[in-house]
T-cell receptor, first 115, second 110 residues
Framework: GAVVSQHPSWVICKSGTSVKIECRSLDFQATTMFWYRQFPKQSLMLMATSNEGSKATYEQGVEKDKFLINHASLTLSTLTVTSAHPEDSSFYIC???????????FGNGTRLTVT | DAKTTQPNSMESNEEEPVHLPCNHSTISGTDYIHWYRQLPSQGPEYVIHGLTSNVNNRMASLAIAEDRKSSTLILHRATLRDAAVYYCILSTGANSKLTFGKGITLSVRP
């Protein structure tokens, strides 16, 4: 079946630094990928839609200059958390559909801890 | 996206069937009913989806009410590995964007 790989699975960084998270579709091409964030004991919140070859679409309240998304190829989207602060500590999850009306395939998430 | 409502939690016994309900009274004609589940510290996993007819796959069955205002996810024989948060989500499917609610936490007793 379709696989979405996310890297790293966990990362600890110091406040003020930037962290890049990669999301790859391993056996299919993804023109669209979705980035979610999940705080402890809460549900997933959609942050942005990543579009291959064009700008990402951000959900209301998500700072596009803080959460930089790049979707340079049909199999890779990256999320960079810039100038990370402790409140950015969260579980970040990417996903991609294999087609227009297909289910989403999710990565295993990246646990970000900002100290 | 139209909203769904699910109980907060449910308990079941291992090897017994589990029926997880979902209400979606404001569903539109083009909304698909999706079910995903999330195990602790993992990304969500697709379970099943349907539009009007009941659906079966290797993981579960989806029973959709005739008026489509509710549906039930059926796990035929619960295992300990089925303990997870199950999300019932409506989506038109055109771009597969999904909005997650709180879901229902399923506990399975050995």
């Amino acid at each position: 079946g379709a696989v979405v790989s996310q890297h790293p699975s966990w990362v600890i960084c110091k406040s003020g630094t930037s962290v890049k998270i990669e999301c790859r579709s391993l056996d299919f091409q993804a023109t669209t990928m979705f980035w979610y964030r999940q705080f402890p004991k809460q549900s997933l919140m959609l942050m942005a839609t990543s579009n291959e070859g064009s700008k990402a679409t951000y959900e209301q309240g998500v700072e596009k200059d803080k959460f930089l998304i790049n979707h340079a190829s049909l199999t890779l989207s990256t999320l960079t958390v810039t100038s990370a602060h402790p409140e950015d500590s969260s579980f970040y999850i990417c996903s991609a559909p294999t087609g227009n009306y297909s289910p989403l395939h999710f990565g295993n998430g990246t646990r970000l801890t900002v100290t | 996206d139209a909203k769904t409502t699910q109980p907060n939690s449910m308990e079941s016994n291992e090897e017994e069937p589990v029926h997880l309900p979902c209400n979606h009274s404001t569903i539109s004609g083009t909304d698909y009913i999706h079910w995903y589940r999330q195990l602790p510290s993992q990304g969500p996993e697709y379970v099943i989806h349907g539009l009007t007819s009941n659906v079966n796959n290797r993981m579960a069955s989806l029973a959709i009410a005739e008026d489509r205002k509710s549906s039930t996810l059926i796990l035929h024989r619960a295992t300990l590995r089925d303990a997870a948060v199950y999300y019932c989500i409506l989506s038109t499917g055109a771009n597969s964007k999904l909005t997650f609610g709180k879901g229902i936490t399923l506990s399975v007793r050995p």
